[in-house]
């Protein structure tokens, strides 16, 4: 059986879809998993064999021991959270040897000068909103990733990891940084003293020497791994229709996090990526400020949310809740280049007894569209048009096999693919590795 060099596995909405457990799935088939994007502002919660495992930087493979975990130079790291999560895994008995973690040393640092600036920029957006100004308040998670991508642009400002490990050129980029950002903060309302450059070199120092072990040159090592023939997982963070380019803007994150993220955020080309795997809740949900055509806010949104679980991994924040846009899901597939879909919490839509599937948008002139629109101001104006289709009572959370699964279940599956014009390989009708559901043969199986 052919195993592909590479597979991608991304999410097709606004995140949360449940990437990590189809990683967690898929890394027994492969050699090394790589995170290529975002920050701890992503969360993945794995749960195997009843226990439950958040991770916000590790990549999913972390529970794999025989695995490889990169994180490329497209992350932006926190080091603290990071120690954070391998001493965490390290005391429930999984080992993150150097040998097994991979930290890229051209990957950026996330400050703390940069979750003072997100949380007080977004009070500054949302404070003019309630004067009556439009509201561009982006709802991020405050966790400094915007900042951080920003300061990489800005490049004369920004600290990467290698950048830790040497402890005169940290005091003096921070000597800048510092005078900088104190006025910046100051200008933004923050009431604090100035910033310490000393002490922050000294703090983010030790934390590198801590890590120092993991940090390397990881663009070679991916290629090198390619080289020896190694099979690789590519992990995105984040979802599609949150690509900086791609997605529904502003309300968007500050990276690529759709498949075209993978060359610039890990230092390979694209064509090494054989499969992508596109991962798509069997409704809709998104979290923060953005349009969301599809969402419900009656009784069965709030349903699907209890029944679902719908908080936050990294903030506990509920998330909106709605049914399942095919119109989006469709536009993120051709995005990505998607060779298969993983259709995750499908129990969670046992009981109804209709299901709603949005297929087209109805527009402020009466026009109907079928073409997804990501900028945020046109969006927000459509009307969804409803495919309504049968529910099935039973729960299904126990079923391994599809020929088992309802009739109305296989419908519902069978409608996606049609209308994505991509098959459905996996259905997961629970949070277990044992509740997964292989519906076709899978290149990466």
């Known amino acids: 059986m052919h195993t592909p060099s590479a597979t991608a596995v991304v999410g097709l909405q606004w995140g949360d879809e449940g990437k990590g457990k189809i990683v967690d799935l898929l890394a027994a088939e492969h050699d090394v998993i790589v995170r290529y994007n975002g920050g701890a502002n992503a969360g993945h919660t794995v749960v195997v064999d009843g226990e439950r495992y958040a991770l916000h930087l590790l990549p999913s493979g972390a529970l794999s021991e025989d695995k490889t975990c990169v994180i490329g130079n497209g992350v932006v790291v926190d080091p603290r959270q ?10 429930r008995g999984i080992s993150l040897e150097p040998d097994r973690l991979l930290v890229s040393d051209r990957a950026h640092v996330v400050m703390p000068y940069h979750k003072e600036h997100d949380g ?6 949302a404070r003019a ?3 009556g100004d439009e509201n561009l308040s982006i709802g991020t998670t405050k966790r400094g990733i915007g900042p951080t991508y920003a300061d990489k642009v800005h490049r004369s400002l920004a600290i990467r990891m290698g950048d830790l490990l040497d402890a005169d050129v940290l005091r003096r980029r921070l000597d800048i940084v510092c005078a900088i950002r104190s006025r910046e903060l100051e200008a933004l309302g923050v009431d604090a003293p100035p910033l310490d450059p000393a002490a922050l070199a000294d703090e983010y120092h030790t934390l590198g020497e801590r890590l120092r072990p993991y940090i390397t040159d990881t663009v070679y090592g991916l290629h090198d791994a390619v080289a020896d023939g190694k099979r690789l997982l590519f992990e995105g963070a984040n979802a599609c229709l949150l690509d900086i380019d791609h997605g529904t803007f502003p309300y968007v994150t500050s990276s690529n996090c759709s498949v075209l993220g993978i060359p610039p955020g890990t230092g390979l080309p694209g064509t090494v990526i ?5 991962i798509v809740k069997a409704y809709g949900t998104r979290v923060g400020e953005g349009p969301f055509p599809t969402e419900d806010l009656g009784e069965d949104g709030e349903r699907i949310r209890e029944r679902g679980h719908e908080y936050g991994t990294t903030t506990g924040r509920p998330r909106r809740c709605g049914w399942l846009d095919l119109v989006a899901v469709r536009y993120s597939a051709m995005i990505c280049g998607c060779t298969s879909l993983a259709v995750m919490l499908l129990d969670v839509l046992s009981g109804f007894e209709e299901l709603r599937l949005c297929t087209g948008y109805r527009l402020p002139d009466g026009t109907v569209t079928d073409r997804f629109m990501p900028d945020a101001r046109r969006l927000a104006t459509v009307e969804p048009i409803w495919e309504v289709v049968p529910g099935w009572e039973p729960e299904i959370d126990h079923i391994t096999e599809a020929a088992d699964l309802p009739p109305e279940a ?3 599956l069978e409608r996606i693919a049609a209308f994505v014009e991509c098959p459905v390989a996996i259905a997961s009708v629970g949070p277990d590795r044992r509740q997964t559901i292989r519906l076709g043969q899978h290149a990466a199986s």
């Open 274 to 278: 054989e499969e992508t795997v596109g």
């Open 120 to 125: 007080a920029l977004e009070g500054v957006l």
């Open 82 to 91: 990071l120690l954070k999560e391998i001493e965490g895994l390290t005391a």
């Open 129 to 131: 909103a309630g004067q």
């Open 410 to 412: 296989h419908d519902y």
